[in-house]
C-alpha cells in the first residue's frame, strides 16, 4: 500500500490560482483547477523523491561464523 505525499494547503491553492491565471481568468471549475493542481504537485513531489536503482549489487560483511572458520584454519 502506498501513501500519497502531504502536499501543503497554500501550495495548491497557490498552483490551482496560477491555472487559473493560465486559462485567461476565464470562468472554469475552481474545483478541476484545486484537484489538477493537487495532482500536478504530487507528482512533482513524487519524482523527486523516488529512490535511483543500485548500480551495483550491495557487499556484506562475512558472517561471524565464517570469519571464525577462517582464523581457526589459519586463514
Do not use: C, V
Not at 30 to 47: F, K
Amino acid at each position: 500500500m502506498s501513501t500519497l505525499p502531504n502536499i501543503d494547503h497554500s501550495a495548491i491553492a497557490q498552483r490551482a490560482y496560477e491555472i487559473y491565471l493560465k486559462r485567461g481568468s476565464d470562468n472554469g471549475d475552481p474545483q478541476a483547477d484545486w484537484l489538477l493542481a493537487e495532482t500536478e504537485l504530487r507528482n512533482a513531489q513524487t519524482q523527486t523523491t523516488k529512490k535511483e536503482p543500485l548500480k551495483t549489487a550491495p557487499k556484506f560483511a562475512p558472517s561471524a561464523r565464517n570469519t571464525r572458520a577462517a582464523r581457526s584454519a589459519g586463514m
